[in-house]
């Protein structure tokens, strides 16, 4: 069974920055398009950016983009998500997801982790 367990999120001040982690157990991370997804009190869940199994394509959210850094490293099966410049609006409970080549949604989610960002 493939796990997904975020870490690294907490309360930081706005202009502040997070890199959050996402460990990948059950199964080599290197078969699975990566994504990290949000959401914030009162709204739906959102993605912020995603990246593919090789590592060599990369998606944001135009509202994190030129902020928020996606990378991986298969040898480690684990995803990360460097978030600088944050702002208040980033609050959120953060999600990693994957999913294989095959499947059209992601199919694993981790259990999430709290970012809040105060003023």
């Known amino acids: 069974q493939v796990q997904l367990v975020e870490s690294g999120g907490g309360l930081v001040q706005a202009g502040g920055s997070l890199r959050l982690s996402c460990k990948v157990s059950?199964?080599?991370?290197?078969?699975?398009?990566m994504g990290w997804f949000r959401r914030a009190p009162g709204k739906e869940r959102e993605s912020v950016a995603a990246?593919?199994?090789?590592?060599?394509?990369?998606y944001y959210a135009d509202s994190v983009k030129d902020r928020f850094t996606i990378s991986r490293d298969n040898a480690k099966n684990t995803l990360y998500l460097q978030m600088n410049s944050l702002k208040p609006e980033d609050t959120a409970v953060y999600y990693c997801?994957?999913?294989?080549?095959?499947?059209?949604?992601?199919?694993?989610w981790g259990q999430g982790t709290q970012v809040t960002i105060s003023s």
């Open positions: 997801a994957a999913k294989s080549l095959f499947q059209k949604d992601y199919v694993y």
């Open positions: 990246m593919n199994s090789s590592g060599g394509s990369t």
């Open positions: 059950g199964r080599s991370m290197s078969v699975y398009n």
